[in-house]
């Protein structure tokens, strides 16, 4: 089952990479599309601020491994592969106002310190950006005070967006594994 899985992570990435290349930016052609009703929005600058609850462990788990390292020794988190679907809230608290969900995976993809390769699509739901969506695919090292990530695209009110999230641990629980992740993002979007 795990190299199954670890096989369709590999053929994610491969297709994300494949998608993500610049070498496709040298086929871009102005049509009539970008011409016409895109022209015409203005360009926003937006700043969402929010928390992001990571839960491994206990009750309510939102973040499960999916593929580990086999026989590693000595135990790492190297090559460990996690899926989540995590809480979004206004404030630190889980109990706060939710206002969407961080929907994706991370994987640990750094030898020498703990560093993943995060994929996430930050999906809002209630207020102004009901329905919207922002994706972020970047470098995420929990052990660092401060970390930024790209934001690498969108969909409703955020279409072509483009931007950075920065992240701030706000709380983690060492025994547990579970994280209250405080996140800033600037999103430029039409």
């Known amino acids: 089952m795990a190299d199954a899985v670890g096989k369709a992570f590999l053929v994610l990435m491969v297709l994300l990479s494949c998608?993500?290349?610049?070498?496709?930016?040298?086929?871009?052609?102005?049509?009539?599309?970008?011409?016409?009703v895109h022209a015409k929005l203005k360009?926003?600058?937006?700043?969402?601020?929010?928390?992001?609850h990571d839960v491994v462990s206990g009750s309510?788990?939102?973040?499960?491994?999916?593929?580990?390292?086999?026989?590693a020794q000595?135990?790492?988190?190297f090559g460990v592969v996690m899926v989540m679907d995590d809480?979004?809230?206004e404030g630190p608290e889980p109990t706060s106002?939710?206002?969407?969900?961080?929907?994706?995976?991370?994987?640990?993809?750094?030898?020498?310190?703990t560093g993943f390769l995060q994929a996430m699509n930050l999906v809002f739901v209630g207020g102004k950006y009901d329905g919207s969506v922002l994706t972020v695919l970047g470098r995420n090292a929990p052990f660092h005070a401060v970390r930024e990530m790209p934001v690498v695209g969108g969909s409703g009110l955020f279409r072509f967006a483009r931007g950075y999230?920065?992240?701030?641990?706000?709380?983690?629980?060492?025994?547990?594994?579970?994280?209250?992740?405080?996140?800033?993002v600037y999103v430029m979007h039409y």
């Not at 309510?60 to 026989?71: E, F, K, L, W, Y």
């Not at 106002?97 to 310190?113: C, N, T």
């Not at 999230?165 to 994280?179: E, P, Y």
Request: hydrophobic letters at 40%.
């Open 97 to 113: 106002r939710p206002v969407g969900r961080a929907q994706g995976l991370y994987a640990a993809a750094g030898l020498q310190e």
């Open 74 to 77: 000595p135990p790492t988190l």
């Open 165 to 184: 999230a920065v992240a701030r641990t706000h709380r983690l629980d060492m025994s547990t594994g579970n994280a209250i992740v405080e996140y800033d």
């Open 43 to 52: 360009e926003k600058v937006s700043h969402l601020h929010f928390y992001f």
């Open 19 to 36: 998608f993500l290349l610049p070498s496709s930016c040298d086929r871009i052609e102005t049509t009539s599309f970008s011409k016409g």
């Open 87 to 89: 809480l979004l809230t």
């Open 60 to 71: 309510n788990v939102t973040a499960v491994a999916v593929a580990r390292p086999p026989n």
